[in-house]
T-cell receptor
Framework: SYELTQAPSVSVSPGQTARITCSGD??????ACWYQQKPGQSPVLVIY???KRPSGIPERFSGSNSGNTATLTIRGAQTMDEADYYC?????????FGGGTKLTVL | QVQLQESGPGLVMPSETLSLICSVS????????WSWIRQPPGKGLEWIGY?????????NPSLKSRVTISEDTSKNQFSLKMSSVTAADTAVYYC??????FGDGTDYWGQGTLVTVSS
């Protein structure tokens, strides 16, 4: 089955740019999605089709995907962005999630 | 507004079958694909499988032998059955809507229901 790898944690100060990466074999040939999950809540889609933001997601969230790596970038990270972030991709009609990255903003 | 609500037993005995139902409002289950996703306590997300708008299914290869997803279009519900459960199947189980084609994202999620496997 397809595997996606994420770093367990990323830490930034408020106002800085946070970059969360997701790696997988030829990931750039697939679409990557990103989800934000805060404690005790269901995941929320923040990026789909590599670069698109659903309605209501702030512009500071952006995505890219090339080669073997997809990246979620949060420009001007705020304390409210502190959460777990998961990447997702589809391969052969099955979905795979990365292990998740805990973003700390302090 | 699309809403999903999981329902089913919160406690299942080891070796028995876990059964959950997802009730959908605000959308027809024949217009999108629908997934089950789980999250063990303190761990990451694991995709279990989906049922498409046409009723076809596909499953996580690691769970395929134990999982069945089906639908009841008359009730606008879809369901999950997982057989021969063990403590490793203890998790929050989410039902969710797939936005469209692959890559469109899972755009609506239920609140999740905790299922504990224990005697």
């Amino acid at each position: 089955s397809y595997e996606l790898t994420q770093a367990p944690s990323v830490s930034v100060s408020p106002g800085q740019t946070a970059r969360i990466t997701c790696s997988g074999d030829k990931l750039g040939d697939k679409y990557a999605c990103w989800y934000q999950q805060k404690p005790g809540q269901s995941p929320v889609l923040v990026i789909y089709q590599d670069v698109k933001r659903p309605s209501g997601i702030p512009e500071r969230f952006s995505g890219s995907n090339s080669g073997n790596t997809a990246t979620l970038t949060i420009r001007g990270a705020q304390t409210m962005d502190e959460a777990d972030y998961y990447c997702q991709a589809w391969d052969n009609y099955t979905a795979a999630f990365g292990g998740g990255t805990k973003l700390t903003v302090l | 507004q699309v809403q999903l609500q999981e329902s089913g037993p919160g406690l299942v005995m080891p070796s028995e079958t876990l059964s959950l139902i997802c009730s959908v409002s605000g959308d027809s289950i024949t217009s999108h694909s629908w997934s089950w996703i789980r999250q063990p306590p303190g761990k990451g997300l694991e995709w279990i499988g989906y049922i498409s708008y046409s009723g076809s299914t596909n499953y996580n290869p690691s769970l395929k032998s134990r999982v069945t997803i089906s639908e009841d279009t008359s009730k606008n519900q879809f369901s999950l059955k997982m057989s021969s459960v063990t403590a490793a199947d203890t998790a929050v189980y989410y039902c969710a809507r797939e936005g469209g084609g692959f890559g469109d994202g899972t755009d609506y999620w239920g609140q999740g229901t905790l299922v504990t496997v224990s005697s």
